[in-house]
Nanobody
């Protein structure tokens, strides 16, 4: 069992930056597949970045590659999402997710593969 709490959301202008944090608690001694998802009003939840805590391997959605970077601080049990060059279309509620089970690369942005979810943090980008 692991609990996830996101923070760091807010409102910025286009071109700005934000860093989201996802603090994990509970059973943090195991390696997890972790991911950032986002959901805009009226749209489906979509994966934007993932990281395997065991090796730090990351994957990114095409829409954010080169602008967003996910990383971990193992000592703090925290996952980060650094978001640069933000665009209005990045406006969404951002969620952190985690699961213990092995995932192939093509599964990393599949919602049903993740058992643990945070409550979300709102990101608003104005033009």
């Amino acid at each position: 069992q692991v609990q996830l709490v996101e923070s760091g959301g807010g409102s910025v202008q286009a071109g700005g930056t934000l860093r989201l944090s996802c603090a994990a608690s509970g059973n943090t001694n195991s390696n997890y597949y972790m991911a950032w998802f986002r959901q805009a009003p009226g749209k489906e939840r979509e994966g934007v970045a993932s990281l395997y805590t065991g090796g730090g391997i990351t994957t990114y959605a095409d829409s954010v590659r080169g602008r967003f970077t996910t990383s971990q601080d193992a000592a703090k049990n925290t996952l980060y999402l650094q978001m640069n060059s933000l665009k209005p279309e990045d406006t969404a509620t951002y969620y952190c997710a985690a699961d213990l089970r092995w995932m192939r690369a093509s599964w990393r942005f599949a919602l049903e593969r993740y058992k643990y979810w945070g409550q979300g943090t709102q990101v608003t980008v104005s033009s």
